[in-house]
């Protein structure tokens, strides 16, 4: 009788065991898939691990809910608040006077090929700027190392395309202005080579207009062979400056959304679902 009674003792506890491990695969699934969709980028993403922790910080919305979506059903929310900063075992944003949360492609791109990136931005009708502060949607970084570009909105008047050497700004464009985004759907699209000899390019167009094109140039240094990626999402850099700028006036929650962030070898390849 005490034989039988631990055996099913045992079962109960082994169905537990393995109810609970299928329990966390789902999960973990689930998890994985709720920032990954063929819908919104044809390349894997992934959260950048300084970015802040709040779960209302990076997330898979859909169009039935009431959210923009670009093409599709779907779209990435990033939200940043005063304080949403983060860190990682490399980097402190919380000591860098830097807040963020952004996604960033797996891969990383290396060799002297023909890259082209895109990414539909929208500012809600009631997006404010936080500038002073500087706020960086869109950022091509050589990895373990520094960008090469920012798309930005540091004065809240343009989205400014800048091109940068070893983090520092060598070329700053205008894109467009930043009231003329709220309530709508901006394209951006760029074009890269990557090259420490001077033929390599970077070209960016914003909503089908050529905004920067720098040709038979340097643009990745020789500190890292890591390859570049882009990221995307908030980041703001120098949160100190709004309260030198605005006082005491309450700092802005900052909801961005993002669609159609893709990656491939041809313009074709990047630009084929917008509008469906």
Known sequence: MLNTMLLITKNIKNKFILFLTTLFLVISFSF???????????????KKTTSHKKKYGFNLVNFNDGHPVRSGKKSYRFEVRLGDCGKDEGHNDCKKDRQRVEGQFKEHQKGKKDYWYSASIFLPEDYKSVAPVRTTFMQLYEKGWKPILMVTDRSNQWLEIGRMWSGEYVEMKKGIKINDMKGKWTDILINARYSREEDGYLKVWVNDKLILEALNIKNITPYTKRGVGLDFGIY?????????????KDYPNMVVYFDEINLGTSKEKVIKNLGN
């Open 32 to 46: 994985a898939e709720a920032k990954n969709s063929k819908d919104v980028s044809n390349t894997q993403v992934k």
């Open 236 to 248: 703001q850099t120098f949160v100190s400056g709004w309260k030198r700028e605005h006082g005491d």
